[in-house]
Structures are given as C-alpha cells and as structure tokens.
C-alpha cells in the first residue's frame, strides 16, 4: 500500500530535550515536506526536499531542522524544543510535476 | 506574494442540499490551485487540482471546484451533501521560488452536514 508514515504518532516532552520525528515513504517519491498544523493558521511548510541532499526552508524553519539523505526518509529534528512548538505535524510526499502532496497521519507534539 | 484565503471559519449545510466551500486566491502568474480534505485524526487528503484547461474541475468523492479567474476564486462545491463530508477542508496555492515549487495552504473551513 502506498504510504507515508510517521513516528511517533504522539509524543509529550519537555523544553530543550532534543527530538525526532521521523517520516518514510514508499512511493520513490523525490519531493517531501513538513508541515505544521495550528488552529486557525491552516499548515505552514517548515522545510521541504527536493531530492536527497537538497533540502530548503519554507516559512516557518526557525527551531528545526531537516536531512535527507536518502530518498524515502525525510526526519524533523527539534534541538532545544520549546512550548511554542506544540503543534500537529505532518509529513507530505509526491512527484514533481504532478502537484498532488501524500500527507502521513500526523504526529501531535506537546512541549512542556 | 501568493496566499489563498478562505473567508468562512464554519460552513454548515444539511444532507442533501449543494454545498459551498469559497477560496480566494493572489498570486503572480497563472495559478496552480488545490483542494485538500482533513478527516478527524487523520492526514489530508488531495480532493482535486486546477492548473489549466477547463474552469470547472471535478474531483473524489463527487466534489469540483469552479475557477473564476476575474474573481480570482477557486470555491470547492458539490451537488448533494452527505453526513459524511463533515470534515475539515483545505485550499492551497503553488509558489515557485528560487529552489522550485513549494504550497501556501489557506486556514482551512470547517463543513458540518447535519442530517
């Protein structure tokens, strides 16, 4: 089945203990997102990849970072998370040139 | 700068009449626009896209959007709404920068079909 996943699913911590939420799919698909989801705000892309190694920031980078160094992983990583963070975060995939994004299920983040 | 705005927070409908879901957009050159659907606890999903041809779009779910260009609108609609379109619903937009092309999602509308 064609998919994107995402894990953890929930997770609760504490402000400045690093973390990661990681992302795969398994479509081959070059491009991949993160967003985050907060109420009234719609998703704001934090980064995006175009291919593996090539990466760029969208309009909301400050406080995470990215890699992609290989094709179906793309992690979220948060080095000193902060309350400000709390959101809902989803992972999205697809084909260049044919614009239709795959979303994972979300991941529900709480820093405390 | 490209943006997508949508007007109404909240739209409720009852089962069986047409629903409405408006979008606005601004953007510099021709628009690449999308419709996107969130159900409880769940990932978005692609309902359909306008990029060129034909101003009325059909999509999943028996959903088409109408592009409107002098009213640079792209609303979502449907003939007969049923209890089971009550969801969240998502317009976006293609920017193109520098590196390629990336999405500017609107704040989303919240559609409640009561039955």
């Known amino acids: 089945e064609a998919q994107v996943t995402q894990n953890p699913r929930y997770l609760i911590t504490v402000t400045g203990k690093k973390l990661t939420v990681t992302c795969s799919q398994n479509?081959?698909?070059?491009?991949m997102s993160w967003y985050r989801q907060d109420p009234g705000l719609g998703l704001r892309q934090i980064y995006y990849?175009?291919?593996?190694?090539?990466?760029d920031k969208g309009d909301v980078p400050e406080g995470y970072k990215v890699s992609r160094k290989e094709k179906r992983n793309f992690p979220l990583i948060l080095e000193s998370p902060s309350p400000n963070q709390t959101s809902l975060y989803f992972c999205?995939?697809?084909?260049?040139?044919?614009?239709?994004?795959?979303f994972g299920p979300g991941t529900r983040l709480t820093v405390t | 700068a490209q943006s997508v705005a949508q007007p109404e927070d909240q739209v409720n409908v009852a089962e069986g009449n047409p629903l409405t879901v408006k979008c606005t957009y601004s953007v510099s050159g021709n628009p690449y626009l999308f419709w996107y659907v969130q159900y409880p606890n769940r990932g978005l999903q692609f309902l359909l896209k306008y990029i060129t041809g034909d101003n009325l779009v059909k999509g999943s779910y028996g959903f088409e959007a109408e592009f409107n260009k002098s009213q640079t609108s792209f609303h979502l609609k449907k003939p007969s709404a049923l209890v089971s379109d009550s969801a969240l619903y998502f317009c976006?937009?293609?920017?193109?920068?520098?590196?390629?092309?990336?999405?500017?999602f609107g704040p989303g509308t919240r559609l409640s079909v009561l039955p």
């Open positions: 990849s175009m291919n593996v190694e090539v990466t």
């Open positions: 976006a937009v293609r920017r193109v920068n520098n590196y390629g092309q990336n999405f500017v």
């Open positions: 999205a995939s697809r084909e260049p040139g044919l614009y239709e994004q795959y």
């Open positions: 479509m081959n698909h070059e491009y």
